[in-house]
Nanobody
Framework: VQLEESGGGLAQAGGSLRLSCALS????????VGWFRQTPGKEREFVATISWSGGRTYYADSVESRFTISRDNVKNTVYLQMNSLKPEDTAVYHC???????????????????WGPGTQVTVSS
């Protein structure tokens, strides 16, 4: 399966952006899709994840109540709606797929086996 992000860009603090993650290829083994973000010199940080079939969601504490993850199985696309953006949300955002697991609460990036190249999000103060 291949993943490709879009929708990144520049936003002001307090503003909103919506990221998209388009999946192509064989998605039959996908259990969930997650979003991670990374800034230079730091490890990749978990943001949110959603189960592919049931739509169950799980968020990092830092974004819960501000970000919403959703999916459209017909369009094979996962979205990340980001509201009330803060300068510390500035990062490259990646989406990634995870094969079957017993839970959707998967924050460890090592469990995700397919990754998109990322899209830059910059939030100005």
């Amino acid at each position: 399966v291949q993943l490709e992000e879009s929708g990144g860009g520049l936003a002001q603090a307090g503003g909103s952006l919506r990221l998209s993650c388009a999946l192509s290829g064989d998605s039959s083994n996908i259990f969930g899709v997650g979003w991670f973000r990374q800034t230079p010199g730091k490890e990749r940080e978990f943001v949110a994840t959603i189960s592919w079939s049931g739509g169950r969601t799980y968020y990092a504490d830092s974004v819960e109540s501000r970000f919403t993850i959703s999916r459209d199985n017909v369009k094979n696309t996962v979205y990340l709606q980001m509201n009330s953006l803060k300068p510390e949300d500035t990062a490259v955002y990646h989406c990634a797929s995870v094969p079957p697991r017993h839970t959707i609460e998967i924050e460890n990036s090592g469990h995700y086996n397919h990754w998109g190249p990322g899209t830059q999000v910059t939030v100005s103060s």
